[in-house]
C-alpha cells in the first residue's frame, strides 16, 4: 500500500472515530463508573446485611473514624473493596468482604460530584411524560443537549402499574426525572431491550426526605438509581447497575438484596486509549503520512 493511501485511510478511520463519539448519547459517569454503590456525605450510616453487592461500594461521608460503626456490615458478601473518602473503618461487622478497604480515596469525591452535577442538570430538562410503566421507546423522549432521552414521571406512579420494558440502541441514554415528593418503590421490573445499557439509564429520584425502598422479590431492576436527598431501604430487590445517594438517614441495602454492578471500564483499568484518543492517535499517523508523502514528492523533483 502507498503512503499516500494509507495517509488517506488513516484521515478517513480518524474522521469515522471522530463522527462515531460525536453522536453516541452514552452518559458520562465519570469515575462513578467504578462503583456500585456511593452512600453520599450526609448519610447516618451504611447498613448491610444477607445481601450480596457484586461491585466496588464507598462512603462520601467524611466523618468515618478507625473505631466507628458508621458501616454496619452484619451479614453476606461484598465481592469488591470498600472506599472511604476518610478515614477507614477498622472492624466493619461480620460480613465477608472479597476485596480491601481503601482510605483517603479521592475517587469517591470525585464520583459523588459528578452524578450530583448529572442529577442537576438533568432535573432541569423539560422530558417528555409517562406512565411509569409499560413499555418506554428510549427515542421518543424528550433529546437534550448531552444526547440523552429524557423523560419525567411521578413519584407515586414509577414502578407502580407493572414492569417497565426500556427499548434502545447500545449509545441511546434515557434520563428518568422522577418528581414530586413521595416514596418511591422499586416494586416492579425495570427490563432493557435492544443493546441499551444499565449505565445508560440514570434514574434521577429528585424528591427530599422521602423513602426509596423496594420488594420485587423476583426479576431485576436495571439502571442507575440516584436519589441524592431521600433515604434507601431496600430489601428483597435484584438490582442490575448502581445506587448513589442518601440522605441524613441509614443507606439501608439489606435482607436477600442483590446488587450486580457493570465492570469498570476497560479502558481506565488496562490503559486502552479512550475514543478521541485513538482518534487522534489516527490523525497523528495521517500527519506522519503526509509529511512522508511530501518529504518524497521533494526527493522526485530534485531527482529529476
Request: glycine share 14%; hydrophobic share 40%.
Amino acid at each position: 500500500m502507498s503512503i499516500k493511501s494509507i495517509m488517506m485511510l488513516s484521515v478517513f478511520s480518524a474522521s469515522v472515530a471522530l463522527s462515531t463519539q460525536a453522536r453516541a448519547g452514552t452518559i458520562d459517569l465519570g469515575e462513578a463508573a467504578f462503583y456500585g454503590a456511593i452512600a453520599g456525605p450526609n448519610t447516618h450510616s451504611m447498613q448491610f446485611s444477607n445481601a450480596t453487592y457484586n461491585g466496588n461500594v464507598a462512603t462520601d461521608n467524611s466523618a468515618t473514624t478507625a473505631g466507628g460503626n458508621y458501616v454496619q456490615f452484619s451479614s453476606g458478601t461484598i465481592n469488591g473493596n470498600f472506599s472511604f473518602v476518610g478515614t477507614a473503618q477498622t472492624n466493619l461487622g461480620s460480613g465477608t468482604l472479597n476485596g480491601g478497604k481503601v482510605a483517603n480515596d479521592a475517587n469517591v469525591a470525585s464520583a459523588y460530584n459528578t452524578i450530583a452535577s448529572l442529577s442537576s442538570t438533568f432535573a432541569a430538562q423539560s422530558g417528555t411524560s409517562f406512565s411509569g410503566s409499560g413499555a418506554l421507546n428510549a427515542t421518543s423522549g424528550t433529546l437534550d443537549g448531552t444526547g440523552s432521552y429524557v423523560f419525567t414521571v411521578s413519584a407515586s406512579n414509577f414502578l407502580n402499574g407493572g414492569a417497565l420494558t426500556i427499548t434502545g440502541g447500545a449509545t441511546d441514554s434515557v434520563v428518568i426525572n422522577v418528581t414530586g415528593n413521595n416514596n418511591v418503590q422499586l416494586k416492579n421490573l425495570l427490563n432493557l431491550t435492544g443493546g441499551i445499557t444499565s449505565d445508560n439509564v440514570f434514574i434521577n429520584i429528585l424528591g427530599i426526605g422521602q423513602q426509596i425502598g423496594g420488594n420485587t422479590n423476583m426479576g431485576v431492576v436495571n439502571g442507575v438509581i440516584v436519589g441524592l436527598n431521600d433515604k434507601f431501604n431496600i430489601d428483597s430487590t435484584t438490582i442490575d447497575g448502581r445506587i448513589i445517594g442518601g440522605d441524613s438517614s441509614d443507606f439501608q441495602l439489606v435482607s436477600h438484596f442483590v446488587l450486580n454492578a457493570p465492570p469498570s471500564p476497560p479502558n481506565q483499568v488496562s490503559g486502552v486509549p479512550e475514543p478521541s484518543t485513538w482518534a487522534m492517535m489516527l490523525l497523528g499517523f495521517a500527519g506522519i503520512g503526509f509529511t512522508a508523502y511530501r518529504r518524497k514528492d521533494k526527493m522526485a523533483l530534485h531527482a529529476a
